[in-house]
């Protein structure tokens, strides 16, 4: 498990909506992780967080748009 899979993730997700697709029925984090698994991702809870986290510093506005709007239904994130 890695931070550098999550940020491959995150990276892969911005520009997949058929990727993000796959996660629309997920609701719990360890749904989350099992489905990321599967598609060949390897990452903690923790570790997407924390990833997150590091590419959110310094963003002022946020799109409303492509990965972030994704990304605020996650909701454990």
């Known amino acids: 498990m890695s931070k550098e899979s999550a940020a491959q993730f995150l990276k892969d997700a911005t520009w997949d909506v058929d990727l993000r697709e796959q996660f629309n029925a997920v609701a719990k984090p360890e749904e989350f992780i099992k489905v990321a698994s599967q598609l060949g991702y390897t990452f903690t809870t923790e570790e ?3 990833v997150v986290h590091e590419h959110s510093q310094g963003i002022q506005t ?15 994130i």
């Open 62 to 76: 946020r799109r409303s748009t492509g990965i972030w709007s994704w990304l605020r239904r996650v909701n454990w």
């Open 48 to 50: 997407l967080k924390a």
